[in-house]
C-alpha cells in the first residue's frame, strides 16, 4: 500500500477473509485531502498509493436510497442522544450498517454508533 507495514499485513489478512470495500463517501475524503496538497512528488506518490488501493478493493460503495434510509435514521438518533458525530461520518457509518460490514477507523466517533463493527487496526 502506502509504505506502512503493519497496515499492509492487517489489510492483506481481512482481503483474503472478508474482501475490502470503501465507502464513495471515504473515497471523496482523500480525493479532497490529494486535491488540496500543492502539485509535488509526495502528491503524485500519495495519488498513486491511493488509486492502488483502490484497484485492491472488491468495490466501492454507493449511497443508495437503502444507505439514505438507513442515514436518517442513525443520524435522528445521535441527535436525540446529544452526541451527533460528522456528516460524512454517519454516511460512512450508514453504508456500513446497511451492507452489514465493519468501519475500519481509529476514528473514536464510530465508537458511538450502535450496531456498527469498528476494526482499528492501531489497536493491538
Do not use: C
Request: aromatic share 8%.
Amino acid at each position: 500500500m502506502a509504505g506502512n507495514a503493519a497496515l499492509d499485513t492487517y489489510l492483506a489478512k481481512l482481503q483474503s477473509d472478508t474482501g475490502l470495500f470503501t465507502s464513495v463517501v471515504a473515497e471523496g475524503e482523500v480525493r479532497f485531502g490529494l486535491a488540496r496538497l500543492a502539485a509535488s512528488h509526495r502528491k503524485r506518490a500519495l495519488t498513486t498509493a491511493f488509486e492502488a488501493v483502490l484497484g485492491s478493493l472488491h468495490g466501492v460503495l454507493e449511497t443508495t436510497r437503502a444507505v439514505a434510509r438507513e442515514y436518517g435514521i442513525l443520524k435522528a438518533s445521535r441527535w436525540a442522544t446529544g452526541r451527533p458525530i460528522g456528516e460524512n461520518d454517519i454516511w460512512i457509518a450508514s453504508t456500513g450498517r446497511t451492507h452489514g460490514l465493519a468501519i475500519l477507523s481509529s476514528d473514536p466517533d464510530f465508537a458511538q454508533v450502535p450496531h456498527l463493527r469498528v476494526e482499528d487496526w492501531f489497536s493491538p
